[in-house]
């Protein structure tokens, strides 16, 4: 008798297409247990939903599977950071100069004081810089998806939102800085440690400026159809990371900078502020989920003080740094309380640099990712529900909104 030829051979052909429809499902299931049962936030359950999926618990997703799902983590980051470049107002700067410089203290403040507890532990020099340059940013994913999902507005969560590019934006320049240090570390070499971070700036920048002149050359050939103009900027957000990526550029500044270009030099509003939806719900869910799935729960074991440490020097940087801020601001200090706890949330962006910094040395990004992620593993559960407090204080939640929906 023949080999039975129609039955399916292992390993399975779409075994990969399997495991994202089931980390989609399992990422939704856990995250809607964790609004009706618990009356947290969705992401809160997304991320729960990784980790335990991840080899720091049951070890369903592995090193290799999470390899091949990093494709998801860069579309929904370029997602995000498009959609926060996009809320940066240039203008708004030049109206309230006091809002960029009580962005700069506050991150200046968070790198000092996370820099400084960090050498207290006895951390060397271009570890605590690099951890202490990833710590000024808060994370743009969790603060815009409890903004949908709470449906916040006010002045509170636009000041918030633009504190937050702001911060990212100098996040990445100053990581790019400290990679030429990097170069010096580990090989001496002058012309990489000067070359390198100019060509990640630079190029990174171009790129986005690249990715902004081509969408807005699609949108006026398009018209203002939103069906249309979604589509077309999801293709160019995914191709401007494939380049990014191939290049070897900088995914979060380029798709930052697209966002940042797209509202500031488009005087004839070709782009329309598309909303992403449904769609950019799938890459939020995988986001999150693929996130938490590369958490390790002994990285805090290991360096749980250390960890601890570093989330409270954070957090007294950037209340300190609003504080200093916030009668030349404008606001009270009450306001300015409720902004720092909002921007506690560091996820997602703080494991892609510590990946951008194990691709270069990966002895380096080894000991950088004992000291980041100790603290991510504390953030990625408590930022979200610091976000979501701070915002219903304010007034700014719809009264009617669940606490997760």
């Known amino acids: 008798m023949g080999d039975i030829v129609f039955l399916p051979s292992f390993p399975l052909a779409a075994a990969n297409l399997m495991v994202v429809g089931a980390i989609l499902l399992c990422g939704l299931v856990v995250g809607q247990i964790f609004v009706r049962v618990f009356k947290l936030p969705r992401i809160t359950g997304f991320v729960a939903a990784g980790l335990v999926l991840g080899p720091g618990v049951l070890g369903l997703l592995d090193q290799t599977m999470l390899g091949k799902l990093s494709i998801f983590v860069d579309i929904s980051l370029g997602l995000i950071l498009f959609e926060l470049g996009r809320r940066l107002d240039l203008s708004w700067f030049i109206h309230d100069r006091w809002l960029l410089a009580s962005s700069i203290a506050e991150s200046l403040l968070s790198f000092l004081f996370v820099y400084a507890t960090l050498r207290f532990f006895d951390i060397a020099p271009v570890y605590s810089a690099t951890a202490a340059a990833i710590a000024m940013a808060t994370s743009p994913a969790v603060l815009i998806m409890i903004v949908h999902d709470q449906r916040a507005k006010g002045p509170l969560t636009e000041r918030l939102l633009a504190l937050t590019a702001l911060n990212n934006v100098f996040a990445f320049l100053l990581i790019a800085l400290l990679f030429g240090f990097v170069h010096l570390e580990y090989s001496a070499d002058w012309l990489q440690a000067v070359s390198h971070p100019l060509y990640l700036i630079v190029g990174s920048s171009g790129l986005g400026y690249l990715a902004f002149v081509v969408a807005r050359m699609l949108a006026r050939w398009l018209g203002k159809r939103e069906d249309s103009q979604f589509g077309m900027l999801l293709g160019v957000i995914v191709g401007t990371v494939g380049c990014a990526i191939s290049f070897n550029l900088s995914v979060l500044l380029a798709l930052l900078a697209f966002g940042v ?35 390790r729960p002994s990285e805090f074991a290991v360096a749980g003080a250390i960890g601890a440490a570093f989330v409270l020097a954070r957090l007294a940087g950037k209340l300190i740094g609003l504080g200093l801020f916030a009668p030349l601001s404008g606001i009270s200090q009450r306001k300015a309380l409720l902004l720092g706890i909002g921007m506690v949330p560091m996820s997602a962006v703080a494991v892609v640099m510590v990946q951008g910094a194990s691709a270069l040395y990966p002895e380096f990004g080894a000991k950088l990712s004992s000291i980041v992620l100790s603290a991510v593993v504390i953030l990625e559960l408590v930022g979200p529900l610091a976000t979501q407090w701070a915002l219903r204080r304010a007034g700014e939640i719809e009264p009617a909104t669940g606490v997760g929906a």
């Open 261 to 295: 270009f797209a509202k500031n030099l488009d005087r004839h509003h070709d782009l329309m502020a598309v909303e992403f939806g449904p769609g950019g719900q799938f890459f939020l869910v995988m986001l999150f989920v693929i996130t938490g799935a590369g958490l």
